[in-house]
């Protein structure tokens, strides 16, 4: 079974533009989150995507946002770019969203804000 | 609010080492337990979990215990690789399923030397 994607791997964006993440959870997952890790920081939650429907989100300003489509796919998408958004985010996928259900991680896009 | 402690080393040992990465959490309830792993340039990959009190998890010779009474889930493992260099993450879901997404400690850099 495919793991999850993650598109693209590498991106570099100027301060004050936009951009959008794709992540394909694993096959049968219906639940996809999204993290965002830095050196400082370490990883922190995003939000978390369930049959469409964003569940949680996380201590993140308005500028970050996201969607789930039908397939499960999910994008995330971030506005107005600062320098300090630049990070590794991380999506990951499971069967459901309650506490026992482990999370499979992608590979992550590396996004760099200059 | 839920938290997780463990040491960030980094951690240094020669090859056939034991090893042991301490974590402890603060939580309400019951959370599950989890061990991830990141090798350099990739995403996280589950290593172990434990779901509730005693539980242990285990994989490719690596060990957990749930432990309730110390709120901790120390990480061992008998004989270490030079394979087995990564950064290694505790983690928590909160019972009752995320609210927060996983709730990940800071990340033990591991280094096996040969």
């Known amino acids: 079974k495919a793991g999850v994607t993650q598109t693209p791997r590498y991106l570099i964006k100027t301060r004050g533009q936009q951009v959008t993440l794709s992540c394909s959870p694993i096959?049968?997952?219906?639940?996809v989150s999204w993290y965002q890790q830095t050196p400082g920081q370490g990883l922190q939650f995003l939000f978390e995507?369930?049959?469409?429907?964003?569940?949680n989100k996380g201590n993140f300003p308005g500028r970050f946002s996201g969607r789930q489509f039908s397939n499960s796919r999910s994008e995330m998408n971030v506005s107005t770019l600062e320098l300090g958004d630049s990070a590794l985010y991380l999506c990951?996928?499971?069967?459901?969203?309650?506490?026992?259900?482990?999370?499979?991680f992608g590979p992550g896009t590396r996004l760099t804000v200059t | 609010g839920d938290s997780v402690t463990q040491m960030e080393g980094p951690v240094t040992l020669s090859e056939e080492a034991c090893l042991t990465i301490?974590?402890?959490?603060?939580?309400?309830?019951?959370?599950?337990l989890f061990w991830y792993v990141q090798y350099p340039g990739e995403g996280l990959q589950l290593l172990l979990k434990?779901?509730?009190?005693?539980d242990k998890g285990s994989n490719k010779g690596f060990e957990a215990t749930y432990r309730k009474e110390t709120t901790s889930f120390h990480l061992e493992k008998g004989s270490v690789q030079v394979s087995d260099s990564a950064v290694y993450f505790c983690?928590?879901?909160?019972?009752?399923?995320?609210?927060?997404?996983?709730?990940f400690g800071k990340g033990t850099h591991l280094i096996i030397q040969p």
């Open positions: 096959s049968g997952h219906r639940s």
């Open positions: 301490n974590c402890t959490y603060t939580a309400t309830g019951y959370p599950s």
């Open positions: 983690a928590l879901s909160a019972q009752g399923g995320g609210a927060d997404g996983l709730t």
């Open positions: 434990a779901t509730k009190a005693d």
């Open positions: 990951a996928s499971s069967l459901s969203w309650t506490a026992s259900y482990e999370q499979y």
């Open positions: 995507y369930f049959s469409e429907t964003q569940r």
